[in-house]
């Protein structure tokens, strides 16, 4: 059937086809569009002038499938003659308005999720979506809300590029979304390749690789203009791009400007409750075609950002609010909304691109591009005042519940109180007499509806929850005027003095120039080779600034926890007031201006130099019934640190490292990262405003992949695809306390040192991947169904938190992390009659840690962290297993599936609905929660854990015979949890409530029904005359409300500890059974929210 | 020409938006946040029901509203085990609560603390000068570094509606009810059961104003010798309750204690006894400000004396910044050069009573008394000024204990 296609045949050699695809308002050709010939399974893509050509076909029947991204695809039928060219009329195809608004929406999703410079950020949706793959463009938005990720892989392991320069960053692995922040068509033409499959611009990798390509003759001539409306963070967005289209000299220019702002700053319990933001991003691009096929792209591009962040909080907060979008971060300032949390970022960027055609088979690009990342977010910073965070956990109800939650198992003087029905409460276990047998009373039912026990005031624990419940200012905000207040009474007192509040920004900037060559040569019958080199140079820039003193006079730049901890320090380490006064410096040079006014320089400032050359090659070959590629990459990263301020604390930790260095060899203790320290010394030049650089460390990483397509016949395919390779390490995961020193992580040392391969590489994770895809298509029904397994090995992580146990901040590193992402993902889409079309997609997973990390944690100031019991020696650093085997990774939901009905009329309509479920999202586990130690009483370095959860005053492990729990370890080692009762990591099981501290959550809602998520839009697009055009789009998010949602969360690393009195050891606190102390903190999805777009193009 | 125009349309469309985003709140003067003395009648007619308050000068508030049992204690509601001195009918615990609804309730007064140093911590004193006279109330407040937000020397007024009066330790305080269930303790089952407790900190930041700029000038400082003192300090062989009533309002006072020395001697389970050398970790007697209590946190007691034979202790706590430095004179070689330095200590004059088997047995002398400084030289406000036979050129610098210096 040829359906009057006005196909033109004339009498050649071969059967081919060529035509040419337009959009349909404008007429304008559209390149990169995909042709696949549905049954013989060629595929190709659209040229600049929108045309395509396909040679050496068999005669048959065939569909022509054609897809463009931002367009609705097509299926055109024609009939191959034998040895006849046959070529098409052009096939016109419609933009595809929601897909474009959802586009739109993505990017500002990822965007916003960028919270934290700490790494404390929900796990972020990705931002690309592949028109053609069926799986991806159903889910990537549709799963996004829930934060799904592709595989469970993190952001990570997708590689993004920027025609053609790689763009992830060099120090913390993931793609900067700010820099495109609504530059909606900046980002609208992307190449999106699933994982591991051959790719033309990069070697690829684990994730899926997308390149945005943004050169000027891709977009049709003519004006844009638009304008938005949502009830998100931002409220509108107006917009303006001019096209040039490709002028008679060959030069094609693009200019976009795109504004987005608040005009007011929603207040409680709203969708952007407290956040603040404008933008305004621009995109320029000027491309010159030659007649010989060589082109030449100019890019630039950025978007000055300021936006607020809200942060996650615990279930209390969100239930005694009433609200999922309580925002801890602001308060009210002269009655107006002030946030403390301001993100500043712009990234511009410039991009030169040259395409070379050395002949017809032969091709050449080479791009260069220069960025310099600004990205810094504010905060609170204070000294020797309470805590400002008015979710601060003293600040809340359940802070009245500590001391009043009995220990069940062993306190036998207190007994639990306990329901009617014989139930221990739903909070907690309250106390119900006292250690004397007096009996105190009933349960008594609280404001927020909790059954708490008789010992605690009900007064006032009504009080601070009817505080909360009705959102007080001065309670539920950060209240600036008693920071202010603080700081004018201490400029009373003494204007001298140091602030007691103020606001600090964090500046974590990156520049980076980056240059790649990329060859593509088919001179070879059925062979494709591409070979790359990538060359990157980038600095990591960080330092801190005074942003605002709150009516303080200065600022007094000495460190906060040494100064806290002068006690310790001296008295366990016998440092003299001197050395003391040394440790408490940010910088121990001469000439440091200690007072510090608003805008200078304070803290740290140190930058990470990252250098990167990756060399690749690809040979794709392709046989009738057989395609096959394979891929070897050699991937070259250099990093070392240095500082224009040498910190007191550093100067500590070599004294320490020296000392046991010597003492016991076999340590790393870090004695070779204070080599700018003792150069210096040694050469006496402690001067404040030298740089000074550290040890560089140098890896060398081999990747190999490779992949087969059988075809089973037109319709039918199958894939198979395996990656091997290694990565180092990011800066981020290198540096035990990059703000402080220069020492890295152990196994970083053992790589230095290395005289095996099997040191060279203790310091690289090891990945080995492979996935098998049946893929079809039909002119009804078209999907995929893929199996994926993967297993990393030896992975590194760095946490930071404040230990009570050694009653200051630590560092931890992790190391000898192995996880494993298995599952399969499917996707069918039917056509259902002229005008609907269904979609279904599921993806089940299993993305788990298989085997237990090794930690070192040290004091990030340097304090002892406990004492051998044995030689009374102190111990800076302590060693542990960390038990994770068996804990589900945190990277969103890993079950899920959707139905999508989508509607499309020639009339230039469009609808859909999308109906979702998610499930199996877990919590992110503290991994200091989960030391060995806690449940054998002994670390792995033998020295004792003070308060373990088998401790005699807690008795948290389960025992089969009720006794009470002491742990041995075997010659290895290893622990002997005798008569324990183990889960199946054999992992001893912790009795009630103490298993609340350790368990990892299911995220999912209670209610299945809020486990779904329904999304919908409708669009339509209006041509007008003189091919003017008009699109319309609502897209409404989380249509039925549901605020039950929780997107992810965290474990808080503290855990609740009371001080055993009268005992001599170093440290003596215990773990109590207020399991609510620090409890977890969550992330809820949205409720319905909407975005509304009108965009009107001459 | 088009493309230009346009341009500049959207520009200046972009502009006039610009105009309507949210703006910054001005920044927050004095003015904005302390109440001036004359604004505050007004403030209190509006805040209180038919504008009716009272503000209660201190000790007038605690005849008010402190009663010797306590308004708290019921049979479900026992106070700690060991507080009650049945021979004299007194309570060493009382928890008394302020009624929430009502005419408004206040109090006002300086505080005359500091915590920077670790001596006082989550607690303050206010002071109120009446009739030349100082009087005197701790507060007990869960707010670590709250002298960060309440400084010395501002004047604060609090609405103690839904508070609650009561004595730690026979000390009188502005405080709420709070269960002692600390298993963990020394003797714990001796200190089960109800007593003062810390205000919340949410709570009190909304029932406290600041009555102008902190003024440390306004302070007033009590100067006098061991002796006076001494004759201020009723010693009670036999306590009764009119007595303890007018003792205990005694608490809290701020004194400048004349012409004193430490003397090198600690109260070692009511035996006085001379401080020895060794590492404060582990040496109850070490002769430092205030050795490890290994947690149990009660303070460490350090004698001063005057010229005479009168002596007082100094009293520190363990988690002092300065706990470990050595008592002025005192060093490695022990404590024969502490009767060479001489000065004033100036401190918080304390009762802390926290046995009622001491009433009970009839065994107060008073040299129950203390006065704790809130620093030393180096370490918060400097209330150790001591010299070397007197000569103000040889100042006492202050010097740690060192394990290595031996």
């Not at chain 1, 050699?634 to 260095?661: H, V």
């Not at chain 2, 004033?344 to 009622?356: E, F, P, Q, R």
Request: with cysteine.
């Amino acid at each position: 059937m040829l359906l009057g296609l006005g196909l033109t045949l004339s009498a050649l050699a071969q059967t081919s086809l060529r035509g040419q695809v337009v959009d349909a308002g404008t007429g304008e050709p559209i390149q990169g569009a995909k042709v696949l010939l549905g049954n013989q399974n060629i595929a190709t893509t659209t040229n600049a002038a929108g045309e395509f050509q396909l040679l050496y076909l068999d005669a048959m029947d065939e569909e022509v499938i054609i897809e463009a991204e931002g367009y609705v695809g097509t299926i055109e039928l024609v009939l191959l003659e034998d040895n006849q060219a046959v070529k098409m009329e052009a096939v016109k195809l419609q933009q595809d308005i929601a897909k474009q608004t959802q586009d739109e929406i993505l990017l500002n999703l990822t965007e916003e999720e960028m919270n934290d410079d700490e790494g404390r950020s929900q796990a972020q949706a990705s931002a690309s979506s592949a028109t053609v793959d069926v799986f991806n463009s159903t889910t990537s938005f549709a799963w996004s809300t829930a934060r799904y990720r592709n595989r469970g892989y993190n952001s990570t392991a997708e590689t993004y590029y920027i025609e053609g320069l790689p763009f992830n960053s060099a120090e913390r692995g993931q793609f900067n979304y700010s820099a495109m922040g609504g530059l909606n068509d900046a980002s609208r033409y992307k190449e999106v390749l699933n994982p591991m499959e051959a790719t033309s611009f990069s070697f690829g990798g684990l994730g899926q690789a997308t390149n945005y390509m943004m050169g000027a003759s891709r977009f049709a001539q003519g004006w844009k203009v638009g304008a938005a409306g949502t009830n998100r963070n931002y409220k509108a967005r107006i917009n303006a791009t001019y096209a040039s289209g490709t002028l008679s000299n060959g030069w094609s220019f693009i200019g976009q400007l795109a504004y987005r702002f608040s005009p007011y700053v929603d207040q409680k319990g709203i969708i952007g409750e407290g956040i603040k933001y404008y933008s305004l991003g621009y995109f320029f691009s000027a491309e010159k075609q030659w007649q010989n096929g060589n082109r030449l792209r100019l890019i630039t591009f950025g978007a000055p950002t300021e936006r607020g962040q809200n942060g996650a909080v615990t279930q209390e907060v969100y239930d005694l609010t009433g609200s999922i979008y309580y925002n801890p971060y602001w308060g009210y300032q002269n009655g107006k909304v002030r946030n403390s949390r301001i993100v500043k970022a712009y990234d511009p960027t410039a991009i030169a691109a040259f395409d070379l055609k050395i002949d017809e088979q032969q091709k050449m690009k080479f791009a260069v591009g220069y960025h310099y990342s600004m990205y810094s977010n504010s905060a609170l910073n204070y000294f020797n005042a309470p805590d400002p965070r008015p979710d601060y956990y003293r600040n809340l109800p359940s802070a009245m519940w500590d001391g009043q939650i009995a220990n069940p198992y062993n306190e036998t003087s207190a007994a639990q109180m306990y329901r009617p029905d014989g139930s221990p409460y739903g909070y907690g276990l309250f106390i119900g007499q006292d250690m004397n047998g007096t009996y105190l009373g009933a349960a008594q039912t609280a404001a927020d509806g909790n059954l708490v026990g008789p010992s605690v005031d009900i007064n006032q624990y009504n009080a601070l929850v009817n505080l909360w419940q009705n959102r007080d200012n001065k309670t539920t905000q950060i209240d600036w005027e008693s920071l202010y207040a603080a700081n004018y009474a201490n400029n009373a007192n003494d204007p001298n003095a140091s602030a007691r509040y103020f606001i600090e920004r964090r500046h974590n900037d990156i520049q980076e120039v980056s240059a790649v060559v990329n060859y593509q040569n088919t001179k070879f019958d059925h062979l494709k080779m591409t070979a790359g080199l990538e060359g990157r140079f980038s600095q990591g820039i960080h330092y801190k600034t005074v942003e605002d003193l709150l009516g303080g006079n200065q600022w007094i730049d000495i460190d906060a926890f040494a100064d806290r901890d002068i006690k310790e320090l001296a008295t366990n380490s016998g440092f003299t007031q001197e050395d003391i006064k040394l440790i408490r410096q940010n910088e121990t040079r001469d000439g440091y201006e200690l007072n510090k006014k608003d805008g200078d320089r304070f803290g740290y400032d140190y930058r990470i130099n990252m250098g990167n050359l990756k060399a690749w090659f690809q040979n794709e070959w392709t046989f009738h019934e057989v395609d096959l590629y394979y891929a070897l990459q050699l991937n070259f990263n250099s990093m070392q640190r240095t500082t224009n301020m040498l910190n007191g604390r550093a100067w500590y930790l070599t004294k320490i490292a020296d000392e046991k260095m010597a003492a016991d060899a076999t340590r790393y203790y870090g004695a070779n990262a204070y080599a700018q320290i003792k150069a210096a010394e040694a050469a006496g030049t402690l001067q404040a405003g030298t740089t000074y650089a550290g040890d560089a460390h140098y890896f060398l990483d081999p990747a190999f992949k490779l992949g087969l397509t059988y075809k089973i016949n037109g319709r039918n395919r199958l894939k198979v695809n395996a990656l091997a390779q290694t990565n180092a390490p990011y800066a981020r995961d290198a540096y035990i306390s990059q703000r402080v020193h220069d020492r890295v992580v152990e196994n970083i040392y053992r790589h230095d040192q290395a005289k095996s391969l099997a040191d060279f590489y203790a310091a690289s994770e090891k990945v080995a991947a492979a996935d098998l895809t049946y893929e079809f298509n039909y002119p009804i029904v078209r999907g995929r169904v893929t199996g994926f397994f993967t297993q990393t090995w030896n992975g590194t992580e760095l946490n930071g938190y404040y230990d009570d146990e050694a009653r200051t901040f630590v560092n931890q590193a992790l190391s000898g992390i192995d996880k494993r992402y298995m599952g399969v993902e499917a996707a069918v889409s039917v056509k259902l009659g002229t005008y609907f079309t269904l979609t279904g997609a599921a993806s089940v997973g299993d993305y788990r840690y298989t085997s237990d990390a090794q930690s070192v944690t040290s004091a990030e100031n340097g304090m002892p962290m406990t004492q051998d019991q044995g030689t009374q020696e102190l111990v800076f650093e302590t060693q542990d297993r960390v038990l994770l085997k068996g804990v589900k990774l945190s990277t969103g939901p890993q079950a899920n599936a959707s139905l999508k009905l989508g509607f499309f009329h020639p009339k230039m309509w469009f609808a859909d609905i999308t109906v979702s479920y998610h499930d199996w999202n877990y919590l992110s586990v503290a991994p200091s929660r989960r030391m060995q130690g806690l449940y054998t009483g002994t670390r792995t370095d033998g020295t004792a854990v003070n308060g373990w959860f088998g401790d005699k005053n807690a008795n948290a492990i389960e025992t089969t015979d009720g006794q009470l729990l002491r742990v041995s370890m075997d010659a290895d080692g290893n622990p002997v949890y005798e008569n324990a009762v183990l889960d199946e990591n054999g992992v001893p099981v912790l009795k009630y409530p103490y298993n609340l501290m350790t368990m990892q959550e299911n995220l999912a809602a209670t209610n299945p029904l809020n486990r779904f998520i329904i999304d919908a839009s409708v669009g339509k697009l209006i041509y007008l005359k003189n091919r003017q055009s008009v699109s319309i789009n609502l897209s409404v998010t989380n249509l039925t409300n549901n605020t039950h949602f929780k997107t992810g969360g965290y474990q808080q690393a503290r855990l609740p500890r009371a001080v055993q009195q009268g005992e001599k050891d170093y440290q003596n606190s215990l773990i109590t059974a207020n399991a609510w102390k620090y409890p977890s903190k969550y992330y809820y999805a949205w409720g319905a929210n909407f975005f509304l777009t009108v965009t009107y193009k001459f | 020409m088009k493309t230009i125009k346009y341009s500049l349309y959207f520009v200046l469309s972009a502009f006039v938006l610009f105009a309507f985003t949210a703006c910054e709140p001005k920044e927050l003067t004095e003015d904005d946040i302390f109440v001036q003395e004359s604004e505050l009648d007004a403030m209190l007619q509006e805040e209180n029901p038919e504008g009716q308050y009272t503000i209660y000068e201190l000790e007038d508030f605690l005849d008010r509203f402190m009663t010797e049992k306590g308004n708290y204690a019921s049979d479900t509601c026992p106070y700690r085990d060991r507080s009650y001195d049945a021979t004299h009918d007194l309570y060493l615990y009382s928890v008394d609560t302020i009624p929430t609804n009502g005419p408004g309730i206040y109090i006002r007064g300086r505080i005359t603390t500091d915590d920077y140093a670790g001596n006082f911590y989550k607690s303050m004193v206010i002071q109120r000068v009446v009739g030349g006279k100082q009087q005197n109330l701790r507060i007990s407040v869960d707010l670590g570094s709250s002298h960060g937000l309440y400084q010395m020397g501002q004047e604060i007024l609090i609405r103690c509606n839904g508070l609650a009066v009561g004595r730690y330790a026979n000390q009188p305080q502005l405080c709420v009810p709070s269960y002692n269930n600390n298993i963990y303790a020394m003797n714990a089952s001796q200190k089960v059961g109800w007593c003062p407790g810390r205000i919340q900190g949410s709570i009190f930041r909304r029932v406290t104003k600041m009555i102008g700029t902190p003024d440390r000038s306004k302070i007033q400082y009590d100067t006098l010798t061991l002796a006076t003192l001494y004759t201020e300090i009723k010693r009670i062989p036999n306590a009764d309750a009119t007595d303890m009533a007018a003792l205990r309002k005694m608490d809290g006072r701020l004194v400048v204690l004349k012409d004193v020395h430490f003397n090198g001697k600690y109260d070692d389970n009511g035996t006085i006894t001379n401080c020895v050398v060794g590492h404060p970790d582990s040496v109850g007697g070490a002769n430092v400000f205030a050795p490890s209590t290994q947690n149990i946190g009660y303070p460490q007691s350090r004698y001063l004396q005057d010229q005479g034979t009168g002596t007082i202790m100094c009293s520190n706590s363990e988690y002092a910044k300065f706990a470990y430095y050595y008592l002025p004179g005192a060093d490695k070689t022990g404590i024969a050069n502490c009767v060479n330095f001489e000065g004033t200590v100036t401190g918080i004059l304390g009762w802390y009573l926290d046995k009622a088997s001491t009433l009970a047995s009839n065994k107060l002398t008073g040299t129950e008394w203390s006065v704790t400084p809130r620093g030393i030289p180096g370490f918060g406000i400097p209330d150790i000024q001591m010299y070397f036979q007197g000569d103000t050129d040889s100042p006492w610098v202050p010097k740690e204990y060192d394990p290595n210096d031996k």
